[in-house]
């Protein structure tokens, strides 16, 4: 049995290695015949083959033996004379599946300047010491463009033993030598590397030096972790000594962020430097470690500008540090509009409960942005216990605070507070009872929609009402299953004929099939005010089942109030999102302006008909662009139009936009009309 | 002192205040007006299609003054000044076709930076150490390192980075996010992000010929392989050509898969372990090169997966559907869907995760020039949005699943794959 499992073995191996070796032929003769048609390929002509080699690159990849094998082909494609376009792609190839055995071909193709750049673009890629090595060797016997190629290589590769052979160059007449040659030892960036770039900043003028200097502080950042030393000694030469501005900055920060516990009394000094290292001194406490100790900048605080101390305030409140509380609040009541702004938004930071009384008098008390500032401040408070201090003070405050309150209590998604919202929503002060019912909105649940229909029946106020109304709507929405049962219930009762039309519209809101039965019941009312509530509900409807109900209205009310208002629902309805092809659409629009007899109706019309897709529309629109009345809209519908439909009649279009374009004195048709134009010349 | 380092000095004595709060040019004057002294002045290098978007942008905005352009070809450098002169009545705006003369002017506060993929971190890189403010477009940059080194020197210069991945700016992909972070869908284990797939051609002929007069060919191709002009390869289509970008994929990337890792908060991390399949397609073309269709997944440590696909194969076509244990979230361009839909409603308290709120991508660069706080999309956030871009993008062309060290940003145990994470510039362009 034994003897039996060994041979089974043996057999497996074989076959797995006959067939493995017949994989690697498969796949090497692919490549070879794929290489055989790319000898042909020149730009312009049909990749085909050099996509069938990328996918086949694919699989090549999965297997050493066959990456070997493809490699090998692609050394000797390089030596013969195909195109520059096929040993370009070839190169392409190497980058990715090439090896040391690719250096003496992609070597040699360096020294021609014509193929310098594809060879370094494998090279480049292929990782080892040899290559290194050989692009060392390269480089000396090198020059012009090659040159840069070579050294920008060496300096992508961190090519440690190259910083001698680069040196040489980094004063070299030609300026592109001479940049490469100092960027690659900044990548590079070892101490050796740091020392060149340490005498060649110093002869270095113009954009070199700012490259030298760059270069010089990557060396720092490099050398952090390993020479901390040298690393502060190059910051501080440049912080100190140098008069570019940006690189000062960028060594400050090099400073601050490999100095741990001493970065704040380096941002301390700083604050005394020029002013555009002040600013970016301050932006830096950002990047300041979690625990620092900030008391030494906040004491520093009395000694810089207004504006300076606002920015080191608030760049502090973003850290969310607590000790910057007591000069925020100092600042809030600063007579600059500006700086009161900048500390109310960085109380919402640093502040607690205890703030909740200033933001919400100052909202209360202000306006503009300094109102909205206190108003998201109130709203961003993250201070658990802000919330039941707003409640409380829910209960006591003054209306307009009160208001505030309540408006930040919806906000803040306080569901706790629904209870004293719906107390708030009978608050003898309108605007209270406002920001109540909008609060509600949001927070109230299916089990307060009695309450709030009643709110609805005893609102004197039709302002208020309507907002009632919405809210009633929202929180209904929130029911499963019939959600407008409880409404209908109460608007059948409901002989008020104000609160029964506030509560059909309420179900326009929810536009359910039952309801829309009621509100078909009360179109066919002798009443005309019931009419009227119908038609309101109906146009607040979320789909467009009414919308022959409502033109039915236009088409055979004599009321003039109930056609206009039953147009405009039309109108509304009609915007709505249906299954209704542009060429349907069309056709309501037009029976649309066929009933509208006023201006604002007809413009109504072409607001509408500016958005479809079809010829038709565009004709339709064109009918008005004479009307004096009407043709500022007619102009910027068609040309909308035109943008989409120019496709389906370029010659008609085109002589629709040139009409536009000689009439209207309208930037944006003016700009459409020439971008529909220029698409049709295209 | 140069202008710029005045403007960063005197920032605050302009009228804006300080952090945490970004003050809306509209307090730094009435009306938002703003003294002329105070304006961040700002030079545009690349106007194409997103470089000329920008520009009208900023030209907007009264706190901003345009006064050069920087563009390899003359018309496109041409159109802008035209453009800049016509908007501020006069003539004074200059045109430069090399970048470098750009950045030495000393009155420059700021650059937009909207040039191909592959001269960002060149650009940029050089920008940064001249003092400058950036605002660039997406994808940050052409290879993992590229962008690693536009972020190393954005910190070390205290530059104020804006990328242009103005998805952020809008709320509704804010509020997206801040439910999910909020746990208001339960435990997230998957993301599926939906890119646009296929190749956006735009009809110029691919005949190699001579680039036109004006146009300075070598200076576009910059760092990348040496190769002759043909006027489908430049403008607009480079995207699909991978000597300068990585197709829609990268092109998407600095929008949907920034926000589904802004949602997942995993947007200073990257995917541990990557594994997918993508289609290049064979001769379709005999310029353009990326792939035309893909889906690939990325497993972070945390446990959950980002799942980025082409349209075609994602549920909702594009946009980010975060799916967790008790509902899901959908964002997309001018939408946001939730289940159950009352999540829409839901209000994000002060003891939850508030995200960077800003409604104006452009007008959050600007605040953040004044101020020195960090905008909404610094590099640090988008170097790891376009680096699972470049992640899925290897591991496709690796064919196999590849394990991902996000500190060190190195491939583990794969130094076949690590050789994707860089490519040699063509000489004498260095970073």
Redesign the interface.
Known sequence: MKKRLNFSAMLLLVCVSVFAASAVFSQTTKVDALLKEIQDYDFGKSRAALSEMSELMKTVLASPADKAAAEKLMISFLKTDASFAAKQYVCKQLSIIGSNESIPVLTDLLKDPKTADIALYALERIPGKAVDDALLGALAKSKGNVKVGIINTLGQRKVADAVKSIEKSVGDKNKDIASSSIAALGKIATVQAADVLSKAKGKAKGNLKDLALDAWLQCADALVASDKAKAMSIYKAVYEKEKAVPARIAALRGMVTASGNDAVDILVKAMDKDAAIQTAAIGLVRELPEKSNLNPLITKLDKLSEMGQIQLLTAIADRREMAARTAVLVAVKDDDEQIKIAALKALSRVGSDYDVDLLAETAATTQGDVQEAARESLDRLADPAVDKKIIALIGTADSKIKAELVRSAGARNIKTATAMLLTAAKDNDRIVRREALRALATLATPEQVDELINLIKTEENSTIRQEAVKTLGAVSLKIDGDPGKKIRAAAEKETNIESKSALLQALGRLGDQKSLTLMRANLNSDNVELQKAAVRALSLWTDTSPLDDLLTVVKTSSDATLKILSLRGYMDLMKLESNRNDVESLVLYKVAMEYATETSEKRMVLSGLSELRCIGAITMVAKYLDDENLKREAEVAATEIGNRVYQQDPDYVAKIMNKVLEQTDNDSAINTANKVIQKINE | ??RR?FL??????A???????I?PAT?LGKNGAVAANDRIVMGFIGLGGMGTGNLNGFLGKSDAHVVAVCDVDREHRNQAKELINKKYGNSDCETYNDF?ELL?RDDLDAICNATPDHWHAIISIQA????LDIYQEKPLAYTIAEGRAIVDAV????TVFQTGSQQRSSSNFRFGCELVRNGRIGQVDLVKVGLPGDWSIR?NP???TNPPEGFDYNMWLGPA????Y?PARCHWNFRWISDYAGGQLTDWAGHHIDIAQWGMGSELTAPIEIDGAGV????K???F?TMTSYEFNCKYKKGFTIKVMDRNRHPRGMGVLFEGTEGWVYVNRGEIDANPK?LL?S?????EI?LYESNDHRQNFLDCIRT?EEPIAPPKVSHRSIMVAHLGLTAI????KLNWDPEKEVFVNN??AN??L??????????
């Open positions: 002192m140069k380092q960063k000095a005197t920032a605050l004595s009228g804006a205040a300080a952090f945490p709060a003050v307090a470098r030495e940064a150490r001249k003092g910190e070390k210069y205290g009809n691919l005949q190699i392989p040496e190769t002759p043909s290049f397609p064979i001769d073309s005999v310029i090169d009352s409603k209000v994000i308290g002060p003891n508030h020195r062309k690796m064919g196999k130094p076949d050789r994707y860089s490519r040699a510039m063509r000489s004498p362009w260095k970073l």
